[in-house]
């Protein structure tokens, strides 16, 4: 069985769905309210997990009703949590608005999010056995970020970062990432494609939502991979469920090519539920949509 470690943030999500979003200034009435769970981090952790791999969550929650529910929820995923530390600071908050299309639009509070550090990410990564492809996101501070890319360098595994919410990256850190996976928006501010691959970024995977993705790798031609069908319901999550996939089809072995293939599968399915975590899928059932 493949390992994916995840280490990222956990949020609990409130969502408003149903309706248009407001412009500035403006109140509208949406459908209908949800309190789910979120969080980047703990997304591709549950999503990792759901399609079969095993599955280390590295992170923070606070002692609080919502940490608590996180927690459970993580667990009953059956994702590992040795390396997820309570801490006094309130776990993070997204306030999440879904419109009638499925788009959403996100605003996030780091809460407990903002204290994984480089020493609890170092002592977590070394503790864990055997190969394994690391997952993060830019919802926990970046030092802790590079601190997991630079463990997992030396231990000779595969990173894969998600480049989200997109902010200015320390050359190093690019260079020790064998996978980006930004939106377009997140690539634009990151200084586009080739800038990432020029830093020495293995390869740069960028999301496009209906429109497929585009492999870019430096010294190759970018490849396109279209997307799947999918009925829409909800979109929030399903580039965290994306990433997730390809960790776990790069941790099976897979080819770059037909790992993002299947990233891009998993990733349609997860938008045919509410809320980030509605709609993950398992292994097979990416597979049986491949084929549909």
Request: hydrophobic share 50%; net charge negative.
């Amino acid at each position: 069985m493949s390992t994916v470690i995840v280490v990222g943030s956990v949020n609990v999500d409130l969502v408003a769905a149903g309706g248009r979003m407001p412009r500035p200034g403006e109140t509208v009435a949406m459908a209908r309210f949800a309190q789910t769970q979120g969080g980047k981090g703990g997304n591709q952790a549950s999503a990792a997990a759901a399609l079969g791999a095993t599955t280390h969550f590295v992170g923070a929650v606070g002692d609080d009703s919502y940490g608590r529910s996180a927690v459970t929820d993580l667990q009953a995923r059956g994702v590992r949590l040795s390396g997820l530390r309570t801490v006094p600071e309130p776990t993070g908050v997204a306030v999440i608005l879904v419109d009638d299309s499925g788009e959403n639009s996100i605003a996030i509070i780091a809460g407990a999010n903002a204290t994984v550090g480089p020493a609890q990410v170092d002592a977590a990564l070394q503790a864990i056995d055997g190969e394994a492809v690391v997952v993060a996101c830019l919802e926990v501070p970046v030092p802790a970020i590079l601190a997991a890319a630079r463990t997992t360098r030396a231990r000779g595994w595969q990173m894969i970062l998600n480049p989200a919410p997109a902010l200015a990256l320390p050359p190093e850190l690019i260079a020790l990432c064998t996978v980006l996976t930004p939106n377009e928006t997140e690539a634009a501010a990151l200084g586009g494609v080739d800038a990432l691959l020029a830093a020495g970024a293995g390869s740069v995977v960028v999301t496009r939502g209906a429109d497929g993705c585009e492999i870019h790798t430096a010294g190759s031609e970018p490849t396109f991979v279209p997307a799947v069908q999918a009925s829409v319901v909800d979109t929030t999550g399903a580039g965290d469920t994306f990433t997730a996939a390809l960790a776990v089809a790069l941790a099976d072995g897979r080819p770059l090519p037909e790992a993002v293939r299947f990233a891009a599968a998993a990733g349609a399915l997860a938008t045919e539920g509410f809320g980030a975590r509605g709609s993950l899928p398992t292994a097979a059932e990416v597979d049986i949509r491949l084929t549909t």
